[in-house]
């Protein structure tokens, strides 16, 4: 389990915690048509790049495996086929956009934010706004060279548990999004 933060619990002894989130990865074949349309220096972390559902946070070590149990039980929704294209900005953060089966990840992903929430875990409350974030310094150019980008479509075969650990992005448990 990553080790990102230690925690005294009031009263209690230290807590080691995992910072969580749920989410998917665009395919391999997406991931490097977008690095190989970017900007080199834009291109730093490809294997980072992913779609946020569920942004749960830090969470004691000991209970990650409750937390993939949890995800484990939601059902699947069926195939899901996604295509990263155009551009955005959260403030100094440059996105690209979700599009395909955009509704029926926001269904799944709300089914997940219900699961994760009724297990007793903390979610964040921000609204579902589908996006792979490229960086998080603004660059015109990157901006403008994603403006007209439209990728190849990918199905959606899993989603992820994922611990940030250090800058890196660790999978800690998969399950599948079609049965």
Known sequence: MGRCAVRRR?????VLLS???VAVFPSEEAVDHLRRHLPAPAARRPEKWHV??????????EDVPVLA????GVPA????????????RFGSVVWTGVHGDVDPL???REEVRSAVEDAGFP??????????????????????TL???????????????????DGDYLPLSTHPVAR
Do not use: M, Q
Request: proline share 9%.
């Open 10 to 14: 009031a009263g209690g002894p230290r």
């Open 19 to 21: 910072r969580l989130f």
């Open 52 to 61: 946020t559902l569920v942004f749960v946070g830090e969470v004691p070590d």
């Open 69 to 72: 149990a949890t995800l484990a």
């Open 77 to 88: 929704p069926g195939p899901i086929s996604l295509r990263l294209a155009g551009a955005g």
């Open 106 to 108: 926001a269904a799944f």
């Open 123 to 144: 979610v964040d409350a921000r609204p579902f706004r589908p996006h792979l974030t490229i960086t998080y310094r603004y660059d015109r150019r990157l901006a403008t």
């Open 147 to 165: 403006d007209g980008y439209r990728g190849p479509s990918w199905t959606v075969n899993e989603f992820a548990l994922v611990d940030s650990v």
